[in-house]
T-cell receptor, first 115, second 113 residues
Framework: DAGVIQSPRHEVTEMGQEVTLRCKPI?????LFWYRQTMMRGLELLIY????????DSGMPEDRFSAKMPNASFSTLKIQPSEPRDSAVYFC?????????????FGPGTRLTVT | SQELEQSPQSLIVQEGKNLTINCTSS?????LYWYKQKYGEGLIFLMM?????EEKSHEKITAKLDEKKQQSSLHITASQPSHAGIYLC?????????????FGEGTQLTVNP
């Protein structure tokens, strides 16, 4: 398996612009997680889905952030409008069903820089 | 996360030395997960501990869970430069959290040849 795929790997954008991050989970995994990692705050869970349904979005910082999972093989995290404080590495992770649902497999991340 | 404290925050050791990283929770642990991260890359799952007293090993890395102390330790024997990276513990600390994990801030390990 190719693992969790994220795109783009790097994104540089200007404040106010819309940013869309993409994720393809591992086939057969029914949990999908979006995390944000910064030096100041460490690794934070933003939102996670189970069977394409958002289960917990309490970590989404503001209404500027939105996430969708239209099908089992694709998810997006959108920031609109972006702000410099959104600069971070955004990780997508997926995990299989059942007891192994905590065994999360992470993608390589998208490094976002908002100037 | 203040709910999960890792110590030390950073560690520099000479190749061949043993080392231990600790992860302590302020809440009841329902599961503890160790990950390794190299700079600029995603997290790699190492092992999962779910029962008090459980101990697991992967190559030269051993992790233990002390449920009473709400603590886990990660021990590396005869460290190698390939062990260098950031080690993060993730934990299920809420009984009804489903698959949500809370992560520690990580321990940066440097192994000098």
């Amino acid at each position: 398996d190719a693992g969790v795929i994220q795109s783009p790997r790097h994104e540089v954008t200007e404040m106010g612009q819309e940013v869309t991050l993409r994720c393809k989970p591992i086939s057969g995994h029914d949990y999908l997680f979006w995390y944000r990692q910064t030096m100041m705050r460490g690794l934070e869970l933003l939102i996670y889905f189970n069977n394409n349904v958002p289960i917990d979005d309490s970590g989404m910082p503001e209404d500027r952030f939105s996430a969708k999972m239209p099908n089992a093989s694709f998810s997006t995290l959108k920031i609109q409008p972006s702000e410099p404080r959104d600069s971070a590495v955004y990780f997508c992770a997926s995990s299989p069903p059942g007891l192994a649902s905590y065994e999360q497999y992470f993608g390589p991340g998208t490094r976002l820089t908002v100037t | 996360s203040q709910e999960l404290e890792q110590s030390p925050q950073s560690l520099i050791v000479q190749e061949g030395k043993n080392l231990t990283i600790n992860c302590t929770s302020s809440k009841t642990l329902y599961g503890l997960y160790w990950y390794k991260q190299k700079y600029g890359e995603g997290l790699i799952f190492l092992m999962m501990l779910q029962k008090g007293g459980e101990e697991k090993s992967h190559e030269k890395i051993t992790a233990k869970l002390d449920e009473k102390k709400q603590q886990s330790s990660l021990h590396i024997t005869a460290s190698q430069p390939s062990h260098a990276g950031i080690y993060l513990c993730g934990a299920d600390i809420e009984e009804t959290s489903g698959s949500r994990l809370t992560f520690g801030e990580g321990t940066q390990l440097t192994v000098n040849p």
